[in-house]
Structures are given as structure tokens and as C-alpha cells.
DNA sequence: AATGAATGAGCTTTCATTCAT
DNA sequence: GATGAATGAAAGCTCATTCAT
């Protein structure tokens, strides 16, 4: 990689890094993209040669948000050694729910913006083209090594990321109405359910 | 009361129909306080008169919003004769709930807007001057009637109104993760929780 | 007609003033609102309260200034006693021919603008609503008066009006390839020819 | 001729073809110098190595266009045996007119921005200094081979020019007022007045 | 010579708010 | 009370131009 692509890696990263801060702290519609390049010390102009639009940008955000945060599973999930494909997956859902419970404006952020199209452009297709595997890819592995079959790998995906940033949401940051560390069987096993409603049985 | 005075609640009245047509139908950010008096058929600076600004609209609107909800429910509440505080309170949850689902535009605009700040200062202070009873008013009734003690009866109040709210969003908007009916016995277990919770034993 | 009224009509004639004067100075191009709306000495954001963008306005000018030249020509006419139609049509070229001498700006600015559609849209509605009369009514009285048929009066005087300044472009501006004077004639022929041709012979 | 050199000549025909597609497409203003070069596959610094600016390429490209126009009257010439100057520059005129009426974006490119100054200047000095000889070279054998003396020969070939382009310009376009066929033999009658008048008779 | 990332001036446009009528 | 013309700050966005590589 040139010194110059790494160069401008870097200020695509400090927009991003900027506008987190900005949209988190005084919210996207508060936030300009005059404020999101001045706090990562370049023109004006320069945003617009990264990202199309205030609104691209909140969506490569989410997207390298909800990469990071599943990277992270994948990688926890690397040290450990189930045999069963629920417990792997619980497993990583685990992950994720205490990173979201460590990060609350992390959840704040990917709950009001997470939505099945952003989500779905970002997995399916592997926008992170730098790295050398995507969570997706680590996903479809995980279901062909348990040599299991199901109807539609994608949509159950989906299911579960959205049962956990939904019914979580409330919890992890009021409490209510149960604890978190109340409303986490069920949730599991709800996510057992939706796996094995999704699987083709020979 | 005057006929000026009756002339004023109707322009009042127009803005809010107004604005919460153009909210829910394009969102806030995208309407504009010109919009707004033109969808009422007045003058941009009659706005001023009425409402301080498009959020302080905002803010009064879910106050009414709520403030109908809930007299509904009262009303509904009166043609009924339960003895226990419990049922009566279920009674009127149940009676949110089900005009929550039936009309989806209100619910998406109060799970987007209400916070617990906005309906404290509805609740609690009676922006409704014209009626002659609140919703606080019915409630605290509705307690005394009980010969019962209670710690906080505000917060409790708002306690089962975010759990109805939040609770409900997915499962109304999008029948996850369950649907309303298998929802609905938990949820009125747990404000049974609430009250027992909040009650003053002697 | 109010205070105000005539206020807001002064307004926009300064606006039209103000773009008139920078066009033919420095181009259309190199105008921007801003700077109209500076010599008019008003904010920028009136500007849109009277035109929609800079090219409305100059088509307006454009509608305003031909409107102008057309009704001098008209005006000029009332004091004079010719019995066939074409000798008045031709004394009405011949006073706007002679305005455009006397105001070469005037002149370059409607060459460069002035297009079909949009002369056609100025002459035919009656843009200039505050007026007693249109321009395109005088010419449709002066036909009916000649008691006299034509296939399409519209036609016939665009082509009228296009022959009269194509032609008188380059002679007024630069004298070439003939003197206006020795230009007249033949034109003025010429423009006996259109009206022949268009006449119906019962 | 280096290859280097060749290699230059081809970027900067490269630009000159992309520019003449776009200001004829979608017009000069709303043509940008990244445009330009994206459209001839080079970067957009490159541009500066090659011209001024925008409008310096357009002035280069009616410098450019113009000669080609001349220099094919010039070649065609070659093919025949005319005695008289006067029919010599006719037919020359007549190849002109003939590309022209082929050529309408041509023609619409020349007459909106051909100017006298822009003209003469690419006539006089001598810009295309990779040929072997110049239209003007061309066009001042002509008039020595003639044995004949005029006042002003550039002057007398800049009226000729401009004579052509605004007399042709609505005709070939709109067919107006007159057909082209029917135009013709008076303007090749205004040439000889033209060439006449500047004659100087011992 | 060629590149294209970076710049920032400058444009158009919107809009909350004021205020004379 | 009601109006809507006027304002000007501030937003989004474009683009000619520069310059390090």
C-alpha cells in the first residue's frame, strides 16, 4: 500500500471519527459538514471527496460501527471451542451485547440509525475490502463447518442482529424492564429458536 | 369563555393538526415553520403567536397527543367497575395498547419523540387549562379512591407509560419478537410489579 | 392599489434594474444574486421573494424590456393616420428598429436573449397583468380593424419580429454589410412579402 | 518531431475533442475543467499544462476549428482553375457555407463564440505553427497572384467572414427567412461589392 | 510530464425570526 | 391579533487552481 493511500485512509478515518463525536454529542441534524471537517482539520471541500453527503457518511459510519463490533465477536469466538453452531452464535451475541452495554453511546447511535437496508449493504457485500475476511464471510463459515442446512442464512442473520439491538436497547440503558442480566436467557433462547426454525431437515 | 378566546384555541388547534400531519409525513427536520402555517391557512408570523418554536410545537403536540390518549382511556375506564387499583390501571394500559395498534403514525411519533422530560412537564404541570380534569388529575383520583400509599406516584405513573411505549414499539410496528397478544399477559404482569413495587405498606 | 403593494412593485423593478445593468456589463454568468441583489440595494434572500433563480428574472427582463420596446412602437403609432395595415405595421418596425439604434445595450441584450419560447409566452399571456393593454392585443386589434384574414397571426408576427432582429443585429451593431438606412428598405419589403403570404384571399 | 512532442500534440487534441463535445452538449458555463478532462482520460492538473483555462481552450478550439473550416476551402480550391480572384474567393465561401449546413453544431459553436478579436488573432500571427502554411499565408498568395493591390487585406477577409457566419446563421439553422439556395447568389453579389470596394484601382 | 488530493472562496438556496402595517 | 415582506445567517455543494509526489 502507497504512503499515499495510507494518507488518504487516514483523513477518511478522522471524518469518520469526527462526525461520531459530533453526531453522538449534538445529533446529525444539529451537525454540518462545515463542524464535521473543521474538527477533523481539513476544508470543506475535502468531505465531498470522501463522502457524498452528511447522510453517506452516518451510513459508512454504521457500517464500520456494526463491522468493528462484529469483528470483535468473530475474534472472541476464535479462543474458545463449542461444538453445537447455537452456542458459537450465542456466543458471539454475547459479545456483542456486553460490548453495547460497555459503549452506551454506541448503542445510542446504532439504534436510532441501524436499519435492515444499511445493515444488509454492509454484510452482503464486503465494502471492507481491505480486510482479508468479513464478518459475513466468517458467518457462512461458521454454517458450512456445522454442516448444517438453512432456508436463508441472510434473513436469519438479520433477525437475530435485530432482536438483540431491539429488546436491548431499553435494557441496557434504563434498566427496564428486567436486567440485563434477567432478560439474557431468554433472549438466547429465542435466538435458538429462530436458528432452528431456519434449518432444512433432511 | 370569549368568542376571541374560542377563535385563538381554533387557529391553535389548526398549527398542531397541521404540523403533525407534515411531522409524521416527511419528519420534523424537513418541515419547516412556513410549511407548517401554510398547511394551517395563516401567516408565518402568526406561528410566533401561538408557539415559541417548531420544537416547542413539537413538545405541546405530544403533550396533546398523550393527553388525548390517555382521557380515552379514562373515559373508557369510567363505563367499567373494577375494585382493585391493579385492574383499573391495567384496564387503562390495555386501552393505550390497543389504540397505540390501531393507529401507527401516532405510536411511531411518540416512540420518536416522547421522552420522559416532555411528559413530566405535560403530566404534572396542567398545560390543558381549558379542560376541566386532567389525566394527572383522574389519576391521582383513581389512587386516593384506593385508600392506598404510594413512594413516588409520578415516576410510577411514567414507569408503566415507558414500558407500554417502548415495549410495545417493535412488537406493534413489526410483531417482533412476539406478537401483541403473547406480549400483553408479561407486560401486565410486570406493571403489576411496578405498582406492588411502589406502594407504601404500613 | 396599497402602500405596499407599490412598494413590493418597486422592489422588484430595482431588482430588475440592478440584473439589467450588471448582465449587459459584465454577463449573465459573471452576475451572481448576490450582487444583484446588493446593487438593489435589499438582502440576498429577498431576491427569491420576487424570482425564482437568476434565469426567471432575466426571462422576465427579457419579457419586460421587449414589452416596453413593443409598446413605445404602439404608442407611437396612435399619432399617426395610415390606412393599410402594412404601412402601420412597418411604422411600428421602424420605431422599434430606430429604439434598438439608439440603444445598442438594449439591442445586444435581446439579441443574446431573446428566443422564441420565450417571447411567444410574453406576448401571448398577458404577463404584464397591471396594464390596460397588451401588446399582442393592440396587434390582434390592428388585424381586425384591417378587416383583413389571416392563417396564423402569432406566426406571422414572430417571423416579424425574429427577421427584424436578426437582421438589424450585426447592421446596427457594426454597420456591416450594409447602413441601417440601406438596410430598410429592403427589409421593410420583405416584411410586405410575410404579410402577403400569410393573408387568406377569400 | 520527437515522439514526445507527438505524444504532447495528441494530449492536447485529446482535450480540445473532449471540450468541443461538452460546451456543444450541455454548454461552455455548465463545463467544467474536470469534466473536460475526465472526458479526455487524463487528470485534471494535466489540463494546466495544456491551457490557461476554460475559456483559453474555447478561444484555441475556435482558432482550431476555424482554420480546419478555411484550410478544407483552401484545399478544395487547389482542385480547380478559376482565373479571377473574385471567383476564387467565392468558391472558397461556398465550400465554407457548404461545411457549415453539414455541420450545425459546428456552426452553432462558431456563431456564439466567434468574435473578431478572437479571429484576427488567430489569423494574423501565425498560432498553428506545426503546419507548413497558414490559411492567412494561403489567402495572401491569392491576392498576389491577382497582381491587384487593396487597402486593408485583413480587414477585407475578416468582413467576408463575418458576412458569411451572420448572414448563414438563421438560414441554415431555420431556413428564415429565405432558403440557403435563394440566399446565396445575393451574398456572393455583397462578396464582389465587398472585394470591389476595397480595391485600390491606379 | 503527469497526477489527483487538497484547498477554500464563492455560489445558490433555505428559513427562523423580526417588525411595520 | 394577524400579516407577510424583509432579513441575513448558515447550510450544502462546486470548482478552479495549486502543489507534493
Redesign the pocket.
Known amino acids: 500500500m502507497g ?2 493511500d495510507e ?2 485512509k487516514m ?1 477518511r478515518e478522522s471524518l469518520l471519527v469526527a462526525a461520531f463525536t459530533l453526531f453522538t454529542s449534538q445529533g446529525i441534524n444539529e451537525t ?3 463542524d464535521i471537517a473543521k474538527k477533523a482539520n ?5 468531505f ?2 470522501y463522502f457524498k ?2 447522510f453517506d457518511l452516518r451510513d459508512k459510519l454504521i457500517v464500520a460501527k456494526a463491522t468493528q463490533l462484529f469483528r470483535k465477536a468473530v475474534d472472541d469466538l476464535d479462543g474458545q471451542s463449542f461444538d453445537v453452531l447455537e452456542d458459537k452464535i450465542i456466543f458471539m451475541a454475547d459479545s456483542i451485547i456486553n460490548q453495547l452495554n460497555d459503549d452506551k453511546i454506541l448503542l445510542r447511535f446504532l439504534a436510532k440509525n441501524l436499519s435492515w437496508g444499511v445493515f444488509q449493504s454492509a454484510m452482503v457485500m464486503e465494502i471492507e475490502s481491505d480486510s482479508d475476511y468479513s464478518f459475513y464471510d466468517a458467518y457462512v463459515n461458521l454454517l458450512k463447518e456445522s454442516g448444517r442446512k438453512f432456508c436463508n442464512p441472510e434473513i436469519m442473520l438479520f433477525l437475530i442482529v435485530e432482536l438483540i439491538s431491539s429488546a436491548c436497547h431499553d435494557v441496557i440503558l434504563y434498566q427496564e424492564p428486567v436486567t440485563l442480566e434477567d432478560l439474557k436467557p431468554e433472549l438466547y433462547g429465542t435466538i435458538r429458536d429462530i436458528i432452528r426454525r431456519q434449518e432444512i431437515r433432511s
Do not use: N, R, V
Open positions: 504512503k499515499l494518507k488518504k483523513k454540518s459538514i462545515s481539513m476544508a470543506k471541500g475535502t465531498y471527496l453527503d452528511k
